[in-house]
């Protein structure tokens, strides 16, 4: 019902930017929270950020901080994630999530759309 089409992974040095954008298709009117995973090799699936559709509630782990922006833009239904400062340890496939229900959640199974992801490489 909801189709998810990622861009703007890459490789780049550490210390670079990268923005990612992600852009929702289908039934799109109830797409309360939408934002980033992130899985790195041999590791679990990681909240990243999310961002309400009202764009006044974002929400990020703690790694990154200061550095990663989320925002939205509901007429295009896209969201984007800004990433600068970019750390080896931020390498990892970055997945867009929606969630279609009105309370936040960073549960992977709280989210009800998932798009195919998109490799993010920071090299030293």
């Known amino acids: 019902q909801v189709q998810l089409v990622e861009s703007g992974g890459g490789s780049v040095q550490a210390g670079g930017s990268l923005r990612l954008s992600c852009a929702a298709s289908?039934?799109?009117?109830?797409?309360?929270?939408m934002g980033w995973f992130r899985q790195a090799p041999g590791k679990e699936r990681e909240f990243v950020s999310v961002i309400h559709r009202s764009g006044d509630r974002t929400y990020y782990v703690d790694s990154v901080k200061g550095r990663f922006t989320t925002s939205r833009d509901n007429a295009k239904n896209t969201v984007y994630l800004q990433m600068n400062s970019l750390k080896t340890e931020d390498t990892a496939v970055y997945y867009c999530?929606?969630?279609?229900?009105?309370?936040?959640?960073?549960?992977?199974?709280?989210?009800?759309?998932w798009g195919q992801g998109t490799q993010v490489t920071v090299s030293s």
């Open positions: 999530v929606v969630r279609t229900r009105v309370w936040y959640s960073s549960d992977p199974g709280g989210y009800d759309y």
């Open positions: 289908g039934r799109t009117s109830s797409t309360y929270y």
